[in-house]
């Protein structure tokens, strides 16, 4: 990652005048990524004098619950006062966190391309950014936006600023993006980050029991479940795939967060190069896709189902029925081995 004197020029020029009002917002379904990145973010820019709203589309996983602050979090769906459109309306700016394209708000997306005409700031580190950004801070080689965040403040203000709240924040992100620390991008410098949030007092055990071993009985069983009957196996074994129905989820009681990792099971198969999840909704299809080392789940979302993310954790979406979506899939799949993909 390297962040520019010029990025943090205009990153500076842009928050001189004290007293601004900002909005923070992150992706649809936001993970740990996205509320601990808002958090500490809309903390370092209150401790500059702004008063700050950060918003998220729908609610987040209630296993983030325990988060200091999350409670402040303005969750757009459930808004009947109407406060993520006023503060849209009235922002000097507004701060993109940790999604690279503003469909990627879904349904917040039409609030902010209509009803503001404030700066866009992009903070990410996912591949391809679109081009709609007034200032552009993209990192896809980084391992989560907390990591890029925790970057600007150090580049911006010295990691002086970040306080224990904050550390604990950036540290949510920094470990579930990276699978406590196992997937890609692992640098000396993400260490280093970790070792001065320690330096704040943060607790590493209590905030991985607090996101890992917060889960109710019926996202147990409905692992177990998911597993044992749901997951199938192509392509000699080397593909997976996983799906489930609103029936299915409504058997186990699920609540929002629940599939969180199932995609990622099927990895620890050692001839697993690929997986995928397919969770219904209402609507459409959640497509969430993971893969093994060259493996590009983001040039496979892409191509099929009109997604994206990053290399090896990917998603998008289908709009046809589970059964359509799963043979498209098989069909893709074949395709994109066929190109050499798979290796
Ligand atoms: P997840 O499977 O955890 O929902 O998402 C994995 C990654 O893919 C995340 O980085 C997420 O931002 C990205 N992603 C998920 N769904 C979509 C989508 O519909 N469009 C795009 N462009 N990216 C997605
Ligand atoms: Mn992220």
């Known amino acids: 990652m390297k962040i520019t004197g010029e990025h943090i020029e205009k990153l500076r ?30 903390e370092i820019l209150r401790g500059m004098g702004h008063e700050v709203t950060c918003i998220v589309p729908n609610k987040y996983p209630y296993f983030l619950d325990w988060m200091e602050g999350i409670d402040e979090i303005v969750v757009f769906k459930t808004d009947t006062e109407g406060r993520a459109v006023r503060a849209i309306e009235e922002a000097d700016a507004i701060f993109c966190l940790d999604f ?3 469909s990627r708000l879904e349904i917040l997306s039409e609030t902010i ?19 709609g950004f007034d200032l552009a801070l ?16 150090e580049a911006l203000c010295g990691t002086e600023a970040i306080t224990r709240r904050m550390a604990e924040a950036l540290y949510v992100g920094m470990m579930t993006d990276t699978g406590n620390f196992a997937f890609s991008f692992l640098t000396p410098g993400l260490f280093r980050a970790v ?16 996101v890992y071993n917060a889960y109710t009985e019926g996202r147990a069983r409905l692992f177990g479940y998911a597993i044992n009957r749901k997951m199938e196996i192509i392509q000699d074994g080397t593909v997976a795939y996983m799906s489930l129905l609103e029936s299915e989820m409504r058997r186990f009681q ?9 995609v990622n099971y099927a990895l620890t198969i050692k001839k697993m190069k690929m997986s995928a999840m397919f ?17 590009d789940v983001n040039l496979f979302a892409r191509k099929y189902f009109n997604g994206g993310g990053h290399k090896n954790a990917a998603g998008g979406k289908s709009f046809v029925s589970m059964e359509e979506t ?13 190109e050499g993909h798979l290796g």
Do not use: M
């Open 138 to 153: 993209s990192f896809p080689d980084s391992s989560s936006t907390c990591y890029v965040v925790y970057s600007v403040i």
């Open 13 to 42: 020029t842009l928050l001189a005048r004290p007293g601004q009002r900002f909005v923070i917002v992150s992706h649809t379904n936001p993970d740990g990524d996205a509320v601990g990145s808002s958090l500490a973010w809309a």
């Open 254 to 262: 699920f609540q929002q967060g629940d599939s969180e990792g199932f």
């Open 100 to 102: 690279n394209a503003v």
């Open 279 to 295: 969770l219904a909704h209402r609507r459409f299809i959640r497509v969430s896709l993971r893969s093994r080392g060259d493996v």
């Open 326 to 338: 799963i043979a498209h899939y098989i069909r893709s799949v074949k395709e994109f081995a066929e």
């Open 113 to 131: 391309e209509a009803n503001t005409t404030a700066r866009r700031i992009l903070i990410d580190h996912h591949l391809s950014p679109d081009g």
């Open 195 to 210: 070792a001065v949030l320690v330096e704040r007092g943060i607790s590493i055990p209590t905030i991985h029991n607090n």
